[in-house]
């Protein structure tokens, strides 16, 4: 059975870090497309960051330059270094896996077949 946990959450000022990480199991993602969506209260769920299957990657404007996505083959891990956070980063934040290898990084979430359960980050002062 494939699992997502996420982990690395919590609370932090404006202007602060975090490093959330996914760690996958049941099945070896080290040649998948691997990446982070965010859901906020009453908001749709967006798109954040994605490692495509070689090096490519992908961000959203509203995080470039602030949040990197970087992965662990070997571990079959994927992080989320958040850095300059704002308080309109507070949200969920789901990692996210390609169910077929060699895909490419993308912002629609179908394209990705497995969905962590989430972590919550809440940027306040």
């Known amino acids: 059975q494939v699992q997502l946990v996420e982990s690395g959450g919590g609370l932090v000022q404006p202007g602060g870090s975090l490093r959330l990480s996914c760690a996958a199991s049941g099945r070896n993602f080290s040649q998948h497309a691997m990446g982070w969506f965010r859901q906020a209260p009453g908001k749709a769920r967006e798109f954040v960051g994605a490692l495509s299957w070689n090096r490519g990657s992908l961000y959203d404007d509203s995080v470039k330059g602030r949040f990197t996505v970087s992965r662990d083959r070997a571990n079959n891990t994927v992080y989320l270094q958040m850095d300059s956070l704002k308080p309109d980063d507070t949200a969920v934040y789901y990692c996210?896996?390609?169910?077929?290898?060699?895909?490419?990084?993308?912002?629609?979430?179908?394209?990705?077949?497995?969905r962590g359960q989430g972590t919550q980050v809440t940027v306040s002062s």
């Open positions: 996210v896996a390609d169910r077929h290898p060699y895909g490419l990084a993308t912002f629609r979430m179908y394209n990705y077949g497995y």
